[in-house]
């Protein structure tokens, strides 16, 4: 993906906002003496690890290896999301009254609970039931929450597809799913991309929840940090800019894909 | 090949009125005829089209297409409609695929043809609509009456035994129904059995075997297209054709 001109004018608001803040900060009257020569470490370091693994090399600090396993956990979850979210979509408009009810019933259970609750939930009722990793827990709580909304983004974009589409398929002899398949799931998707990247975009935050389950995600990594160094503003500032690093990765892609199907407009 | 007999059909309005499209409605079509079917909007000359191939449920009666029951609940609507090419007023090509995919889809999904085959088909069909040189482009790019001409190549790929025309060109600039008619006309000269649902008297004076004029879901009147411009014998057919000539 080459960065176009759009992307670096974005950068650079983002980049005088940033020294806004932090203009604010110093000049303000807040005696406080930044320590920002001990994030690089966090990211990366030199050296030994332990006593039993002691071999010098590049390291990933405590930060990388949060963004690591929040990097994870969002891909994993978004991909699980989709899935789930096609199904919920699809079974809305069912014909059959029983299928439509309980995926309208899945959708407004989940999306009328915090989604923290329903970590919680996970992770210590169903987790310890079926013997899940923290890990696992995560990504299913983070992937059913994500997979209601994503449901009626598909649902919504399934409608907005003319009737004629569907008509003009079933005519040819084409059955309901292949129909679903080749011509309206591949419309509706080029239509909902924009709703699915702020959909996804929200999910790599919200995972920032799955630290309550004591899983080493970014946002845990910085607690950890913070509470061993006491340099809270620098390390959160950073945790926020590695959010944004994934975040606005993914609203670039996303923005491409949508470039790249509009050929056929 | 086409026995329809006393056929109902009423749609619900959104306010809950009930509005009868097809009352007692029976006939037959022979193979290799063309029926031109007229009438007012309202009157359910689409919804016959499209009960032909099930796109709509019907209330009572029974539609026969080659001796099988197509309301019968055993069979497969599938197999049936594989043998019905439908054209529709507002062309209903897939946006999202090229010219020559539109045309080839259905024969490798529907017809398990593969690659090189239908590829063969699509090309000599989009060859005799005349508009192979555009085999790459999206529909977007299209005007409509190639538009409409490639939703016919689709429609044939599926060597079809009978081809039903749903207004087919009356979305279309008037330049443009000329080149759509002409292949329609094409076709009926080949001999495939043919329902059009048209305003086109032309066409039908032209092609049609028999006409058929409906009005408030039943059969008015029907006969030659010579009968319709000299004799015609009800004053709702009069009234129609005074208003449409």
Known sequence: MTINKRSLITLGVLAIVTYAVYYFFTRRGITYIWHWERIPEMLFYYGGKSAEDAVPRVRMGILMMGFVLTLKISIASIFFAIIIGTVVGITRLSHEPVTRALSLGYVELIRNTPLLVQIYIIYFFVGSMLRLSAFAAGTAALSIFAGAYVGEIVRAGIQSIHKGQMEASRSLGMGYAQAMRHIILPQAFKRIIPPLAGQFISLVKDSSLVSVIALADLMFQGQQAVARTYYAFEIYFTVAFLYLVMTFTLSMATQYIERRLAISD | ?245
């Open chain 2, 1 to 245: 090949m086409i026995r329809v007999r006393n056929v109902y059909k009423t749609f619900k309005t959104p306010d809950r009125k009930e509005v009868k499209a097809l009352v007692d409605f029976s006939t037959d079509i022979k193979k290799g005829e063309v029926v031109v079917i007229i009438g007012p909007s309202g009157s359910g000359k689409s919804t016959f089209l499209r009960c032909l191939n099930r796109l709509e449920e019907i209330d009572s009666g029974e539609i026969f297409i080659d001796g099988v029951n197509i309301y019968d609940k055993k069979v497969n609507i599938n197999e049936i409609r594989e043998e019905i090419g439908m054209v529709f007023q507002l062309f209903n090509l897939f946006p999202h695929k090229t010219v020559l995919e539109n045309v080839t889809l259905a024969q490798m999904v529907v017809r398990k043809r593969n690659k090189e085959e239908a590829l063969e088909v699509s090309r000599g069909l989009l060859h005799k609509v005349g508009i192979l040189e555009k085999e790459n482009v999206y529909p977007a790019q299209l005007s409509g009456g190639q538009q409409q001409r490639v939703a016919i190549a689709r429609a044939l790929a599926m060597h079809p035994k009978i081809m039903m025309f749903d207004e087919a060109t009356s979305a279309l600039d008037p330049e443009m129904i000329g080149e759509v008619l002409d292949v329609m006309k094409t076709l009926a000269r080949e001999g495939m059995t043919m329902v059009v649902v048209t305003h086109e008297m032309g066409f039908a004076r032209e092609v049609s075997d028999r006409v058929v004029f409906m009005d408030e879901g039943q059969i008015v009147e029907e006969g030659t297209a010579e009968h319709f411009f000299s004799n015609p014998v009800h004053e709702r057919t009069k009234l129609f054709l005074s208003q449409i000539l």
